[in-house]
């Protein structure tokens, strides 16, 4: 199987452009029996190569394809006059011996094909911003008999709307309590690997002295 070639009033052609821009009736090609020797095998060449195959349009291959007289092969192909437009309903698409199909009909397939792929990208999209529970979007809930898109609110979205300081204050303490038991854990892992090595070398056990060495309190008068 082989994109981009076809077939054009019994010409042999390779497609640019399935499609022009604001005229979607019209498409993009050239007459490859109709090019120079060394032209000819340069476009079969990028059009058979891996980038080639992989482009939606085979202009863009072009476009990154150097000739080896160092000229970009899309700019000779139009600066040379190679590059003709005609109605997509006139061309077939052969990418095969025995399979051919219309261009006007391919691009209508594969239109509608893209616009399915984008219908498929903006729901996935959508329900990762609502949610997803189950392979079922969440739905907020909505009072019997009110219309389909009149959604009521949820009482979480009210509680936090207006931040107050209690709120504030309360969250502040909640995270500090976070901290000061991760502080402990810490503290009693340290001391737990501090007496596991001194255990292995009794001479690594820190040294007291006047400066870590406990205060004792001073009574007030």
Not at 15 to 37: G, T
Not at 162 to 183: F, N, P
Not at 188 to 215: C, G, Q, V, W, Y
């Amino acid at each position: 199987m082989l994109k981009h070639v076809g077939k054009h009033n019994d010409r042999k052609i390779v497609l640019l452009y399935r499609q022009v821009p604001n005229e979607d009736h019209m498409c993009l090609l050239i007459y490859s029996d109709l090019l120079p020797r060394m032209m000819h095998d340069e476009i079969m060449k990028t059009l058979e190569s891996p980038s080639g195959q992989a482009a939606e349009s085979f202009a863009d291959a072009l476009w990154r394809n150097i000739m080896a007289d160092g000229r970009n092969t899309l700019e000779v192909l139009h600066r040379e006059s190679k590059i003709k437009k005609v109605p997509t309903n006139q061309v077939v698409m052969t990418p095969t011996m025995k399979s051919n199909v219309r261009l006007d009909e391919l691009n209508s397939i594969l239109n509608e094909m893209a616009q399915g792929q984008d219908a498929v990208r903006r729901m996935a999209e959508l329900d990762a911003e609502l949610g997803v529970g189950n392979g079922k979007r969440k739905r907020d809930p909505r009072e019997v008999g009110a219309p389909v898109n009149t959604r009521s609110t949820p009482a979480v979205v009210n509680q936090h709307a207006v931040m107050t300081d209690e709120v504030l204050a309360a969250q502040r303490i909640e995270q500090a309590e976070k901290m000061r038991a991760s502080a402990q854990q810490l503290m009693a892992e340290a001391e737990r690997l501090i007496n596991e090595a001194t255990s292995f070398d009794p001479s690594l056990k820190p040294k007291t002295t006047k400066a870590n060495a406990k205060k004792k309190p001073v009574k007030a008068d």
